[in-house]
């Protein structure tokens, strides 16, 4: 695993918009329209950019698979983060989405430690390159910066066949939240 470059957020983006084609989660806050694809992206490029900032963003060793890291105690409310946000509203989730959208974000929030915790908010291979074991190496990686930094790693899912292979490594389903689908909230202790 290889800390990303700013240079390889093109890469990244199209990485995780293939890789969540279809997931519940991602749907439920990308306006569905004509412009569908291009909205996933812009919200892969605003993960990306708030990761950079405030966390880690990885790429497997052959740039085939990635990881966005946040440690929210270190994110910050800035002008510029501002602006990214009121972009994304336009780009991706468009104004009729935003208040389930900040719903389900103010839920999720609630469930997290005030502690400091990673929050392992994507970590996705490109399809091609999928069930070749590139996912669990960038996983056990994230895991080592967990214990490297001492921080409890949490995440959520909606897509079942990830549940099994995240509590192969450790991780536990502490919640479940309905917002018309499943959303499994799991975390990984330091």
């Known amino acids: 695993m290889?800390?990303?470059?700013?240079?390889?957020?093109?890469?990244?983006?199209?990485?995780?918009s293939r890789a969540f084609e279809g997931n519940?989660?991602?749907?439920?806050?990308?306006?569905?329209?004509?412009r569908r694809t291009e909205r996933m992206k812009a919200l892969m490029s605003y993960s990306f950019e708030v990761c950079y900032q405030y966390g880690s963003?990885?790429?497997?060793?052959?740039?085939?698979?990635?990881?966005?890291?946040?440690?929210?105690?270190?994110?910050?409310?800035?002008?510029?983060?501002?602006?990214?946000?009121?972009?994304?509203i336009f780009s991706c989730t468009g104004i009729a989405n935003l208040p389930k959208a900040m719903t389900r974000e103010a839920?999720?929030?609630?469930?997290?430690?005030?502690?400091?915790?990673?929050?392992?908010?994507?970590?996705?291979?490109?399809?091609?390159?999928?069930?070749?074991?590139?996912?669990?190496?960038?996983?056990n990686e994230i895991i080592n910066v967990g214990m490297q930094t001492q921080r409890p790693i949490y995440l959520e899912t909606s897509t079942l066949r990830n549940i099994p292979w995240y509590e192969k490594f450790?991780?536990?389903?502490?919640?479940?939240?309905?917002?018309?689908?499943?959303?499994?909230c799991m975390k990984k202790e330091a």
Request: charged share 25%.
């Open 107 to 139: 839920t999720i929030k609630k469930l997290h430690p005030r502690s400091p915790m990673l929050y392992l908010w994507f970590i996705g291979v490109n399809p091609s390159s999928q069930n070749n074991g590139l996912g669990s190496t960038l996983l």
């Open 170 to 184: 450790g991780f536990t389903v502490y919640n479940k939240l309905d917002f018309g689908y499943d959303l499994f």
């Open 57 to 88: 963003v990885y790429l497997s060793d052959d740039k085939t698979g990635c990881a966005l890291l946040i440690m929210p105690d270190k994110k910050k409310t800035t002008l510029k983060s501002v602006f990214r946000d009121i972009k994304l």
């Open 2 to 16: 290889i800390t990303a470059a700013y240079k390889d957020k093109a890469s990244i983006v199209n990485i995780l």
């Open 24 to 34: 519940k989660s991602v749907d439920y806050i990308v306006k569905q329209d004509s």
